[in-house]
């Protein structure tokens, strides 16, 4: 798990240094709620490089840091980096679709965790629960608020589907609900 959290950790730090490549990138950071199953809520902030690759079209590299409750069950803690395209209609609305991998830290919620040790005897373990692998696939809808293009704020509805990976040796699937804010730095 660990070589997950530096190809993670990595990937982050090779977005934020291809900023100096190219003039024509721009850096956009954004906020918004984040919820697991809809339900379970969270907050999710990203920083995004986004490179147009014509008057309609972008390239998108995004970093996300976040977390979401999932009552009586689990805290999820995650950091992920994404890819994918950003395309704009003249008419204000730009649809989107990501590619992502990330970690997940997950904590148990609740009075408490027992398990069985190896003499038999119950005991009290720790809260913490796993750090998984976390692909995952996004698509999303938006809106642009500004007038300028130069000076994007834009708004987004992203359905986004994680997996949690291993899950009993298995990967468990998750449905996220994302509706936030991006604004443009320069």
Same mark, same amino acid.
């Not at 990595?10 to 850096?27: D, E, H, V, Y």
């Not at 999710?44 to 079209?57: C, D, G, R, T, Y």
């Not at 730009?94 to 148990?108: C, K, R, V």
């Not at 408490?112 to 692909?135: K, T």
């Given at each position: 798990?660990?070589?997950?959290?530096?190809?993670?950790?990595?990937?982050?730090?090779?977005?934020?240094?291809?900023?100096?490549?190219?003039?024509?990138?721009?850096?956009?950071?954004?906020?918004?709620?984040?919820?697991?199953?809809?339900?379970?809520?969270?907050?999710?902030?990203?920083?995004?490089?986004?490179? &147009?690759?014509?008057?309609?079209?972008?390239?998108?590299?995004?970093?996300?840091?976040?977390?979401?409750?999932?009552?009586?069950?689990?805290?999820?803690?995650?950091?992920?980096?994404?890819?994918?395209?950003?395309?704009?209609?003249?008419?204000?609305?730009?649809?989107?679709?990501?590619?992502?991998?990330?970690?997940?830290?997950?904590?148990?919620?609740?009075?408490?965790?027992?398990?069985?040790?190896?003499?038999?005897?119950?005991?009290? *373990?720790? *809260?913490?629960?796993?750090?998984?692998?976390? &692909?995952?696939?996004?698509?999303?809808?938006?809106?642009?608020?500004?007038?300028?293009?130069?000076?994007?704020?834009?708004?987004?509805?992203?359905?986004?589907?994680?997996?949690?990976?291993?899950?009993?040796?298995?990967?468990? &699937?998750?449905? *996220?609900?994302?509706?936030?804010?991006?604004?443009?730095?320069?």
């Amino acid at each position: 798990m660990k070589n997950v959290s530096w190809l993670c950790t990595f990937g982050l730090l090779l977005m934020l240094s291809a900023t100096n490549l190219s003039a024509q990138k721009t850096l956009n950071l954004g906020l918004g709620y984040f919820g697991e199953t809809a339900t379970h809520p969270g907050l999710v902030a990203h920083l995004e490089l986004e490179k &147009p690759q014509s008057k309609k079209v972008s390239t998108i590299f995004r970093g996300d840091i976040g977390a979401y409750v999932h009552a009586r069950n689990h805290t999820g803690v995650f950091m992920d980096v994404h890819t994918g395209l950003r395309r704009y209609h003249a008419s204000g609305i730009f649809t989107e679709q990501y590619l992502g991998l990330g970690t997940l830290l997950s904590f148990y919620n609740g009075d408490g965790v027992f398990q069985r040790d190896e003499n038999g005897n119950i005991r009290r *373990a720790s *809260a913490f629960a796993n750090l998984d692998i976390m &692909p995952s696939v996004t698509l999303g809808v938006g809106y642009n608020l500004s007038k300028n293009s130069d000076n994007a704020n834009l708004i987004y509805f992203r359905p986004k589907v994680f997996w949690q990976l291993p899950f009993n040796n298995l990967a468990l &699937p998750h449905l *996220a609900l994302q509706v936030g804010f991006i604004h443009r730095i320069n």
